[in-house]
């Protein structure tokens, strides 16, 4: 199996927020691949919803050689663990959640499957996404437009706060 670079972005606006990002980078390096890159802490308002807790978020860069359902399924379990509960019966995607990790890219793949689609179908939308993934990777490719990830950022329409700790 081939080795290859996927871009995370992990955040959370409940609990010990700091803590939980770093628990859940931990995991990711034990079960997942090797973390290689990190990007600074950002604490950024929440986007979709309202709420008086920001998020922290921050962008890492995995080398795995797991496959895309696989790594899913590796993520969704950290969350889990990690506190993370998904709404029943459709109540919305956008809530507080103590854990959240999406995959952004996955080098130059494109993947469109019912449980998973990479590029992250709103990355080009969302600055708190953008920003800390272009502190790592201003120069990754989003396979769908040809963009760079800063000309992404350049771009996005998202005004939301996004402030580097």
């Not at 081939?2 to 980078?25: C, H, K």
Request: net charge negative; charged share 25%.
């Amino acid at each position: 199996m081939e080795m290859e670079e996927v871009f995370l972005l992990l955040g959370s606006n409940r609990g010990e927020r700091r803590q939980i990002l770093e628990r859940a980078l931990a995991l990711v390096g034990e079960r997942a691949g090797e973390v290689s890159q990190l990007s600074s802490l950002y604490e950024t308002e929440p986007w979709g919803f309202e709420d008086a807790v920001p998020f922290l978020n921050q962008a890492a860069a995995l080398r795995t050689v797991r496959e895309p359902l696989e790594l899913l399924g590796i993520l969704q379990g950290i969350e889990e663990e990690l506190g993370r509960r998904r709404p029943v019966g459709g109540a919305g995607p956008y809530l507080p959640r103590t854990i959240d990790i999406d995959i952004l890219l996955w080098g130059g793949r494109v993947i469109r499957g019912s449980r998973l689609t990479v590029p992250h179908p709103r990355l080009a939308l969302r600055r708190f996404a953008l920003v800390p993934l272009a502190e790592i990777a201003a120069e990754a490719v989003d396979p769908l437009t040809g963009l760079t990830v800063a000309r992404l950022l350049e771009r996005c329409d998202d005004h939301g706060s996004v402030k580097r700790l």
